[in-house]
């Protein structure tokens, strides 16, 4: 059974910082190529970052800079780290696998006050 969940979202205030997590169990971390998305209400579900499974990264325009995108293959984790956040960054964020069937986690709510 695979099983994505992430973590640490929360409430923060512009230009904070913030470091999510997504546990993965079920799938051959390694091999697998790995993204995060977002959803903002009313918005479609946005690719923010990827990952190859040998580490090479790619951002969406809006985030470059301040996300990091990074994976520990040992823990089966991936971590996108968020630094000097907008209020346009409020989003349900999303860890997803890039297989032949995509799996998706539940999401984290991430709200950034002006």
């Known amino acids: 059974q695979v099983r994505l969940e992430e973590a640490g979202g929360g409430l923060v205030q512009a230009g904070e910082s913030l470091r999510l997590s997504c546990t993965t169990s079920g799938i051959i971390f390694s091999w697998v190529d790995m993204d995060w998305y977002r959803q903002a209400p009313g918005k479609d579900r946005e690719l923010v970052a990827t990952?190859?499974?040998?580490?090479?990264?790619n951002y969406a325009d809006s985030v470059k800079g301040r996300f990091t995108i990074s994976r520990d293959n040992a823990k089966s984790t991936l971590y996108l780290q968020m630094n000097s956040l907008k209020p346009e960054d409020t989003a349900v964020y999303y860890c997803?696998?890039?297989?032949?069937?995509?799996?998706w986690g539940q999401g984290t709510q991430v709200t950034v006050s002006s």
């Open positions: 990952i190859t499974s040998k580490g090479s990264a």
């Open positions: 997803t696998s890039k297989t032949p069937t995509r799996y």
